[in-house]
């Protein structure tokens, strides 16, 4: 039978995230957002708190959250910022290759390295020439001795700046060219990396990207994850469990948004009464709060068929990441709307939120790319 209810425990992860992010995230939202810095101050707080690598198990410092739970704190996170929301969750991206692939020592080593440190990680797959056309990459990892040496160029590297690690896609034989592409772990301190300045840019401000130039950087063998030529299948085992956390901090901004908008318009008088009272904007604040229940139901159903195992859960989860970050720019238009003056105003948030929406469109997969891998599924 099916069950749209949440059980007792994943209750006390959403008021839990809740709790975290109206004391934490939400009053100082704006000030990260117009200082373009990265929340330290937050992470390390979510450290303390129990908030940071939920997905990840209990034994490696993290919650033991299924994807289902996962993408309940999401969505917490979401409602209150999603540039600190994503700097939280894209250090889960980065370990999830990891958690997918890794040796045990491994992940004893490198997860307990990160939580002792209070740390992040960073992603490395985008290069100039290879967004969402992976096979495109060029970096290169030659193994030497018992070595790789690592040389090329990575592009919008969420916390780049500030890992302490970084997961790299590469080559380990250029000839062979995609079929070779491997996962390497790379410490940040390592002679070689030069991370450049960070990406200055519309929204989530308070996530910092950059590029990152690497120039025969020596990394142990022991770094590599899964087995050389096994990047492509972890690079996609991890967007089939990290897109529906897109998703989930998508449906939280657009919550935000509605919330916001509904209530002012509820205050908002013209023509003798509110303007909610108006069949125009009564009708608008129906549409947004209609498309922030679909796209929820849509990243709990993702979630769940990931959790309970089925065959291809990548179709769901490029089905929710592409509905639910395009539900949430509507609503967040919509929701600008609404408010008129005040909705484009930095008083409200509104608008920062619609300039927040727009990046979950375009990473992890842009949504024509989601749209490419629903097209190919359904028409096998």
């Given at each position: 039978m099916?069950?749209?209810?949440?059980?007792?425990?994943?209750?006390?992860?959403?008021?839990?995230?809740?709790?975290f992010?109206?004391?934490?995230?939400?009053?100082?939202?704006?000030?990260?957002?117009?200082?373009?810095?990265?929340?330290?101050?937050?992470?390390?707080?979510?450290?303390?708190?129990?908030?940071?690598?939920?997905?990840?198990?209990?034994?490696?410092?993290?919650?033991?959250?299924?994807?289902?739970?996962?993408q309940?704190?999401?969505?917490?996170?979401?409602?209150?910022?999603?540039?600190?929301?994503?700097?939280?969750?894209?250090?889960?991206?980065?370990?999830?290759?990891?958690?997918?692939?890794?040796?045990?020592?491994?992940?004893?080593?490198?997860?307990?390295?990160?939580?002792?440190?209070?740390?992040?990680?960073?992603?490395?797959?985008?290069?100039?020439?290879?967004?969402?056309?992976?096979?495109?990459?060029?970096?290169?990892?030659?193994?030497?001795?018992?070595?790789?040496?690592?040389?090329?160029?990575?592009?919008?590297?969420?916390?780049?700046?500030?890992?302490?690690?970084?997961?790299?896609?590469?080559?380990?034989?250029?000839?062979?060219?995609?079929?070779?592409?491997?996962?390497?772990?790379?410490?940040?301190?390592?002679?070689?990396?030069?991370?450049?300045?960070?990406?200055?840019?519309?929204?989530?401000?308070?996530?910092?990207?950059?590029?990152?130039?690497?120039?025969?950087?020596?990394v142990?063998?022991?770094?590599?994850?899964?087995?050389?030529?096994?990047?492509?299948?972890?690079?996609?085992?991890?967007?089939?469990?990290?897109?529906?956390?897109?998703?989930?901090?998508?449906?939280?901004?657009?919550?935000?948004?509605?919330?916001?908008?509904?209530?002012?318009?509820?205050?908002?008088?013209?023509?003798?009464?509110?303007?909610?009272?108006?069949?125009?904007?009564?009708?608008?604040?129906?549409?947004?709060?209609?498309?922030?229940?679909?796209?929820?139901?849509?990243?709990?159903?993702?979630?769940?068929e990931?959790?309970?195992?089925?065959?291809?859960?990548?179709?769901?989860?490029?089905?929710?990441?592409?509905?639910?970050?395009?539900?949430?720019m509507?609503?967040?238009?919509d929701?600008?709307?609404?408010?008129?003056?005040?909705?484009?105003?930095?008083?409200?948030?509104?608008?920062?939120?619609?300039?927040?929406v727009?990046?979950?469109?375009?990473?992890?997969?842009?949504?024509?790319?989601?749209?490419?891998?629903?097209?190919?599924?359904?028409?096998?």
């Amino acid at each position: 039978m099916v069950n749209f209810s949440v059980e007792p425990h994943q209750q006390e992860i959403i008021e839990k995230y809740k709790d975290f992010t109206a004391k934490y995230i939400i009053p100082n939202a704006r000030k990260n957002d117009e200082l373009a810095v990265f929340p330290w101050d937050i992470v390390k707080k979510a450290y303390d708190e129990g908030i940071m690598n939920g997905l990840m198990p209990k034994k490696y410092g993290g919650n033991g959250f299924n994807l289902f739970e996962g993408q309940l704190a999401s969505e917490e996170l979401g409602f209150g910022c999603i540039g600190t929301g994503i700097s939280i969750d894209a250090s889960t991206l980065a370990l999830t290759p990891l958690y997918v692939a890794a040796k045990e020592e491994q992940k004893k080593k490198w997860f307990g390295l990160l939580t002792e440190q209070k740390a992040v990680a960073g992603y490395c797959l985008t290069e100039p020439n290879a967004g969402s056309d992976v096979q495109g990459i060029k970096t290169t990892a030659i193994k030497k001795g018992d070595k790789y040496i690592i040389n090329g160029h990575k592009r919008f590297i969420t916390n780049a700046e500030v890992s302490s690690v970084l997961t790299v896609f590469a080559l380990v034989d250029p000839e062979r060219g995609s079929r070779s592409l491997s996962a390497i772990l790379v410490p940040t301190n390592t002679p070689g990396i030069e991370i450049k300045p960070r990406m200055q840019k519309m929204g989530q401000k308070a996530s910092v990207q950059n590029e990152i130039i690497f120039t025969d950087v020596e990394v142990p063998v022991e770094n590599l994850i899964g087995g050389e030529g096994y990047g492509f299948i972890i690079a996609m085992k991890t967007f089939d469990r990290t897109r529906t956390g897109v998703a989930a901090l998508a449906v939280g901004a657009a919550r935000r948004a509605f919330e916001t908008a509904r209530d002012w318009s509820k205050q908002r008088i013209q023509f003798g009464k509110p303007i909610s009272a108006q069949q125009a904007i009564a009708f608008m604040l129906a549409e947004m709060a209609t498309k922030v229940e679909s796209a929820r139901l849509m990243t709990w159903k993702a979630a769940w068929e990931y959790d309970a195992g089925v065959k291809n859960p990548g179709l769901s989860s490029a089905m929710s990441k592409y509905w639910a970050t395009d539900m949430a720019m509507e609503v967040a238009v919509d929701a600008v709307q609404v408010m008129a003056g005040d909705g484009y105003s930095y008083d409200y948030d509104v608008e920062k939120i619609m300039r927040d929406v727009k990046l979950t469109q375009i990473y992890e997969g842009t949504n024509q790319v989601q749209r490419l891998v629903i097209s190919k599924n359904i028409l096998k």
